[in-house]
């Protein structure tokens, strides 16, 4: 859950420079329901332990669906510049994700260290769960995938990618600075806002 911990080092930081939560109800997010379907999507097809995805078919196709709607969700605010690092971090996620066929690459030693090895034993029984497929000779683009992880012990340890590093990083950096500024847009040229409609 790496995003989540980069919610917290976000708002710790714009805290921290005197900013306010409220200042990020200034923001105009076009479409954000594009979100909560990528995340409903997530969740139907997210494995836990040995649980199986709440959506036992098709789950590729859905995996690459959610990262569709994160797409347009982030093509559709490029405006404010740090979506366009977020939209590296997804970028990067979803080549290897399409690389394998609609499954995110995990690492089982990686699993192992961030306690889960319960994931890790699901993965190595059936080769796959959910998203999730075990990284191997057979699945391409692995410096991609899911090698990294917090240790096991530390609040929401998971293995995570690259892309999810770069994703975190566009969301706190988001959020460390709209809390301080108004929430415009980035334009060039004078720098105000654009006329609205």
């Given at each position: 859950?790496?995003?989540?911990?980069?919610?917290?080092?976000?708002?710790?930081?714009?805290?921290?420079?005197?900013?306010?939560?409220?200042?990020?109800?200034?923001?105009?997010?076009?479409?954000?329901?594009?979100?909560?379907?990528?995340?409903?999507?997530?969740?139907?097809?997210?494995?836990?332990?040995?649980?199986?995805?709440?959506?036992?078919?098709?789950?590729?196709?859905?995996?690459?669906?959610?990262?569709?709607?994160?797409?347009?969700f982030i093509g559709l605010n490029r405006r404010y510049s740090e979506f366009l690092i977020m939209g590296v971090g997804l970028?990067?996620?979803?080549?290897?994700?399409?690389?394998?066929?609609?499954?995110?690459?995990?690492?089982?030693?990686?699993?192992?260290?961030?306690?889960?090895?319960?994931?890790?034993?699901?993965?190595?029984?059936?080769?796959?769960?959910?998203?999730?497929?075990?990284?191997?000779?057979?699945?391409?683009?692995?410096?991609?995938?899911?090698?990294l992880y917090l240790p096991g012990g530390v609040p929401l340890a998971s293995a995570f990618s690259i892309g999810d590093i770069?994703?975190g990083l566009g969301l706190a950096v988001l959020l460390a600075r709209r809390m301080v500024n108004r929430a415009r847009p980035?334009?060039?040229?004078?720098?105000?806002?654009?006329?609205?409609?």
């Amino acid at each position: 859950m790496p995003l989540l911990w980069a919610v917290g080092i976000g708002i710790v930081a714009g805290l921290i420079r005197r900013g306010n939560l409220a200042n990020l109800g200034q923001l105009r997010l076009r479409a954000p329901w594009l979100i909560l379907i990528a995340l409903l999507i997530q969740v139907l097809i997210f494995p836990v332990g040995t649980r199986g995805p709440l959506i036992p078919g098709g789950t590729a196709y859905l995996h690459l669906v959610s990262y569709a709607s994160l797409a347009a969700f982030i093509g559709l605010n490029r405006r404010y510049s740090e979506f366009l690092i977020m939209g590296v971090g997804l970028a990067l996620n979803l080549i290897v994700v399409a690389a394998n066929g609609g499954y995110m690459p995990a690492s089982a030693t990686a699993l192992d260290r961030a306690g889960l090895s319960e994931v890790a034993a699901a993965l190595q029984e059936g080769g796959r769960s959910g998203n999730t497929i075990l990284m191997g000779e057979g699945t391409r683009l692995n410096f991609l995938g899911d090698f990294l992880y917090l240790p096991g012990g530390v609040p929401l340890a998971s293995a995570f990618s690259i892309g999810d590093i770069v994703l975190g990083l566009g969301l706190a950096v988001l959020l460390a600075r709209r809390m301080v500024n108004r929430a415009r847009p980035n334009h060039q040229g004078t720098g105000s806002d654009p006329a609205p409609g």
